[in-house]
């Protein structure tokens, strides 16, 4: 089955730590993007990827580093900097990230508990 | 102003109705339009696109107004599976290249006997 993993589900650290958030796809897709979710707000965009070896910041960079070494794997790093870090964090991909509609697909997220 | 407006509800209709959801977007520029739906602790997952002359998928029904700039949706003969917060998502391509997506904070839906 074709489709986007994330692991672990659920994820507990203490505040201090850096944590790495597992993302893959065998979708074949170009594009993979990370995502977090907090309550009463609307997704936002933490960084993005076009393509192997080059990626983009969002509108919430900071705090979070990635990396795109391969085609199917986009991990994401909760740093120490990070103020606020828990959330639901959901990584997506789509065929492109450019021109006509391509839609985004989401794996079944990360829930981060930082106490 | 909000780039992507919606009314967080909840609309509680019964089983069998229709219901309908709006969604206002501020950015003119906005190029494509999309309606996912996430249920509770789950990952969103795309309901359907928006296009220009409407579309229908079964019981679901979209439409964009661009000189209003805003979208809708209509579900028809409503399920209690429908139950879920249906999230308003409008594309714009980046400067820098890429499009974004900005997700509206979602309507939540619940269905009732």
């Known amino acids: 089955d074709g489709g986007i993993t994330q692991s672990p589900k659920y994820l507990f650290r203490k505040e201090g730590q850096n944590v790495t958030l597992s993302c893959e796809q065998n979708?074949?897709?170009?594009?993979m993007y990370w995502y977090r979710q907090d309550p009463g707000q609307g997704l936002r965009l933490i960084y993005y990827s076009q393509i192997v070896n080059d990626f983009q910041k969002g509108d919430i960079a900071e705090g979070y580093s990635v990396s795109r070494e391969k085609k199917e794997s986009f991990p994401l790093t909760v740093t120490s900097a990070q103020k606020n870090p828990t959330a639901f964090y959901l990584c997506?991909?789509?065929?492109?990230?450019?021109?006509?509609?391509?839609?985004?697909?989401f794996g079944p997220g990360t829930r981060l508990t930082v106490t | 102003r909000k780039e992507v407006e919606q009314d967080p509800g909840p609309f509680n209709v019964p089983e069998g109705a229709t219901v309908a959801f709006n969604c206002t977007y501020s950015n003119s520029a906005s190029q494509s339009f999309f309606w996912y739906r996430q249920d509770c602790r789950k990952e969103p997952k795309l309901l359907m696109s928006v296009y220009s002359s409407g579309n229908e998928d079964g019981r679901f029904t979209a439409q964009l107004n661009r000189a209003s700039q805003y979208i809708s949706l209509l579900i028809r003969d409503s399920k209690l599976s429908d139950s879920a917060t249906y999230l308003c998502?409008?594309?714009?391509?980046?400067?820098?290249?890429?499009?974004?997506?900005?997700f509206g904070t979602g309507t939540q839906l619940k269905v009732e006997l």
């Open positions: 979708l074949n897709h170009d594009a």
């Open positions: 997506a991909s789509s065929i492109r990230s450019s021109g006509a509609i391509y839609e985004q697909y």
């Open positions: 998502v409008v594309q714009i391509q980046r400067t820098g290249g890429g499009n974004k997506l900005t």
